[in-house]
C-alpha cells in the first residue's frame, strides 16, 4: 500500500483543529477512504513521530495529539497553502 498524502494531510489538519486528545479510526473515516487504508496511515504517522501512540493494550490503533515534527508539518502545510509552494 502506498502513503495517500491528501489523507496524511486531512488527518494532520483534523488532530491539529480539534480539542480532543485521542482519535481513532473512525474519526477519520470517509466515503474515499477504506479503514485499512486509515490504519495503514496512522501507523506511517506513528512511525515518523507526527502523532502520539494512544494504542490501546488490546491492539487497537488510535492516536494522540500532534507532537513537535507533526506541529511542524502542519505549520509547513498552512505556509504553502497561504504563500503558494516554494
Given at each position: 500500500?502506498?502513503?495517500?498524502?491528501?489523507l496524511?494531510?486531512?488527518i494532520v489538519k483534523t488532530i491539529a483543529e480539534s480539542d480532543k486528545?485521542?482519535?481513532?479510526?473512525?474519526?477519520?473515516?470517509?466515503a474515499e477512504t477504506s479503514e485499512k487504508e486509515i490504519k495503514y496511515t496512522l501507523k506511517l504517522m506513528l512511525d515518523r513521530g507526527l502523532v502520539f501512540d494512544e494504542t490501546t493494550r488490546y491492539g487497537?490503533?488510535?492516536v494522540g495529539q500532534l507532537t513537535w515534527m507533526g506541529q511542524n508539518y502542519y505549520e509547513d502545510k498552512a505556509q504553502?497553502?497561504?504563500?503558494?509552494?516554494?
Open positions: 500500500m502506498k502513503r495517500n498524502w491528501e496524511i494531510d486531512s486528545d485521542i482519535f481513532g479510526v473512525n474519526d477519520f473515516k470517509s487497537v490503533v488510535q504553502q497553502e497561504k504563500y503558494g509552494k516554494y
